[in-house]
């Protein structure tokens, strides 16, 4: 299993991000993947799931700033970031979650500052 996260940067408050991970060595289109991010001295959070269908779901903290989507033929799984906060300064991973094990990508850095 390979998860390559890109697209994180330094953006100003109120700006817009879109976090792209590129799936490999799975059935992607079998499983829901999860965007988890981790700020400085705290432990990870999960911002969003969807499902293999492209159900979304997310957490209440980004819920009406970011969207979560997905391309199955591209094996790929997108966080478009809107309406930037401080606080959503991290670094954001993209997770695959199976019955036996989890699998997680490098992470991109986000940082949001004026």
């Known amino acids: 299993v390979q998860l390559v996260e890109s697209g994180g940067g330094m953006v100003q408050p109120g700006g817009s991000l879109r976090l792209s991970c590129a799936a490999s060595?799975?059935?992607?289109?079998?499983?829901?993947m999860t965007w988890v991010r981790q700020a400085p001295g705290e432990d990870p959070a999960w911002v969003s799931r969807?499902?293999?269908?492209?159900?979304?779901f997310y957490a209440n903290t980004v819920k009406g700033r970011f969207t979560i989507s997905r391309d199955n033929a591209k094996n790929t799984v997108y966080l478009q970031m809107t309406a930037l906060r401080p606080e959503d300064t991290a670094v954001y991973y993209c997770k695959l979650t199976t019955s036996t094990y989890d699998s997680w990508g490098q992470g991109t850095q986000v940082t949001v500052s004026s």
């Open positions: 969807i499902s293999f269908d492209s159900l979304p």
């Open positions: 060595g799975f059935t992607f289109a079998d499983y829901y």
